[in-house]
């Protein structure tokens, strides 16, 4: 028993110290990104279509558990 909450101990330090490398790396890139040369069609999958398909999916994921 003992063993598997050091298990979960050492995956979730770890998933912090992957996070803690990676996350600081990855707000820099998008902070500096600019869509100059992305085609239009991209632009609009991008920040229209899928923010969209985002909402309707948590909707569906959602709506079965609020009717329990």
Do not use: E, H, R
């Amino acid at each position: 028993m003992p063993s598997d909450i050091l298990n979960k101990v050492v995956g979730v330090s770890i998933g912090l110290f992957v996070a803690a490398i990676i996350l600081p790396v990855a707000l820099q890139t998008l902070a500096s990104a600019t869509m100059t040369d992305v085609d239009p069609t991209v632009i609009t999958v991008v920040t229209i279509l899928l923010p969209v398909l985002a909402v309707i999916g948590i909707a569906v994921y959602f709506l079965p558990k609020m009717g329990k």
